[in-house]
């Protein structure tokens, strides 16, 4: 739990030569130190390339990305409804939390960018340089892969270009940007190590560049290859999967354990209450504090103070996604905590969500907790639908039947068809990941966002009544389109 993490410094003047020109700045850089200046030396270069990966810390740090994803799905409700993300009521005018994502996305691709052309030259080591490059195509495909996620076909480029040029591209094909995404992450697999020592723990490494690739696959529906990609993962073999309860332990903050591909790097330091980098995600999560400042939802956590919003809480149809003995639900869902019970809920009946969720080291607001954007059970998971959609439901079931048992402690299935082993696969999706940024994007590419937003309709009754086909991207905001107007046409029913 001590091991270093990266990511969480960057110098004041790198922060100045990495100032974003991505089309919604206008005025000039206010940097002494120019690019050409910089990028010599290894140290440099380094910072640079941490540089990108800072920008991960403000995009999942704050509530863009979440509610983008896990709001108005099957498995996450949002308290108030009237929020433009659940109830489905968003426009290309006020397009809910994914206007921020876009800006987010493109300040981090801009710098991308910079850092791949200026260290591909500098004059350093060849093999350090090799790898800080190829963690930078894998940030930079790791943005382009959640902006084409969330609005389709998106403007992209790969080069350094002036503000005045970036201002007037248009939107490039779907196809067109995934092959690019598969383009980056092959070759970041090529340049990326299988691990690092434990003072750059945290970095991408190969596996991290595979199970993408491997991922990015099933969206295309190319089943063959995600196959290929997720067995390379396995092959690596550094990866296990890891006691559920651990992964998501309360006090310690997913510390890249065995299982963890790659994760979102935040830190804070309890023993002096140092707020370094940090989220309030599990604010979202976390009962509200009891009138008498001491209990949240009757439950006591102790001297520490703690944040809860008492935004998100489990549909009714996700609670009941759960098999008897399932060991992840009590991990996912809760209703009482160290023997104490809870006294109130959002919903008569209906848990909270539980541990996997909190972080009992928080104070207030301020969570050092890292956030899983990949593990080992994802990339078993795409094997195992790779498999079924090439007709061979038996061999998927045994990537299914091993997270199901290591993680679940279930007994494992057989003689299941293809449509069955579909069906099953996306409900251990469910289970599997809730809250890790996945279900929204699964039911997309699935095209099953209307029928599962509708299975909601008790506890989503406005979200159900609106959700269309159309919803399975957002709208691109017209604050852009009027910087852009190439971007147009809009997307279809916005």
């Known amino acids: 739990m001590k091991k270093r993490k990266i990511l969480s410094y960057i110098s004041l003047c790198l922060a100045a030569v990495l100032s974003s020109c991505t089309k919604d700045l206008v005025e000039k850089p206010k940097s002494v130190i120019a690019p050409d200046q910089y990028f010599t030396t290894a140290a440099q270069c380094t910072q640079g390339v941490n540089g990108v990966y800072s920008f991960l810390n403000d995009l999942f740090g704050q509530e863009d990305i979440w509610k983008s994803i896990e709001e108005g799905t099957d498995l996450v409700m949002y308290v108030p409804t009237n929020d433009s993300n659940n109830e489905y009521t968003f426009s290309a005018a006020a397009p809910g939390n994914a206007g921020s994502l876009w800006a987010k996305c493109y300040k981090a691709i801009n710098n991308a960018n910079l850092v791949i052309n200026r260290v591909g030259k500098a004059d350093i080591d060849v093999t350090l340089r090799t790898r800080l490059v190829g963690e ?10 959640i902006l084409s996620n969330t609005f389709g076909a998106i403007p992209m480029w790969t080069d350094e270009l002036d503000v005045d040029v970036v201002s007037k591209l248009s939107r490039t094909p779907l196809a067109e940007v995934r092959t690019q995404i598969k383009k980056d992450l092959t070759e970041a697999a090529d340049a990326l190590p299988l691990s690092y020592p434990a003072s750059d723990v945290g970095r991408a490494t190969k596996g991290a560049a595979l199970g993408l690739l491997a991922k990015v696959y099933l969206f295309d529906k190319d089943w063959a290859n995600a196959q290929k990609y997720a067995q390379m993962v396995i092959d690596g073999g550094q990866y296990q999967l890891v006691n559920y309860a651990d992964l998501f332990d309360i006090n310690d903050k997913f510390p890249n354990n065995k299982e963890s591909i790659f994760e979102i790097q ?25 009138a008498n400042n001491k209990t949240y939802a009757g439950v006591d956590f102790g001297s520490t103070v703690y944040r809860g919003y008492e935004n998100f809480y489990p549909s009714a149809v996700f609670v009941n996604m759960f098999e008897n003995g399932d060991k992840r639900k009590d991990i996912t869902l809760a209703t009482s905590y160290n023997k104490q019970n809870f006294t109130r809920f959002l919903k008569p009946n209906r848990p909270w969500f539980g541990a996997k969720f909190w972080d009992l080291q928080a104070n207030d607001r301020s969570s050092g907790k890292d956030m899983y954007f990949m593990r080992y059970a994802d990339v078993l998971l795409i094997m195992a ?7 061979k439901p038996s061999d998927a079931l045994t990537w299914i039947n091993k997270v199901r048992s290591e993680h679940g402690g279930l007994a494992p299935l057989s003689g299941l068809s293809q449509a069955d082993v579909r069906t099953l696969l996306m409900r251990e999706r469910a289970i599997e990941f809730v809250g890790e940024f996945q279900r929204k994007w699964d039911l997309a590419r699935w095209g099953t966002l209307v029928q599962a937003v509708q299975s909601v309709s008790a506890d989503n009754p406005k979200g159900a009544a609106n959700v269309k086909a159309t919803h399975n991207i957002f709208p691109i905001p017209e604050a852009e389109i009027v910087k852009d107007p190439n971007l147009l046409p809009q997307n279809p029913g916005y």
Do not use: G
């Not at 930078?136 to 892969?145: E, G, N, P, V």
């Not at 830190?267 to 009962?287: A, C, G, L, M, Q």
């Open 385 to 391: 639908e790779a498999l079924n959609e090439q007709a």
């Open 136 to 145: 930078a195509k894998y940030l930079r495909a790791l943005h382009y892969y």
């Open 266 to 290: 935040f830190k804070r330091d309890n023993s002096t209450n140092t707020n370094i980098k940090v989220n309030y995600y599990y604010t979202w999560f976390f009962p509200l504090k009891d």
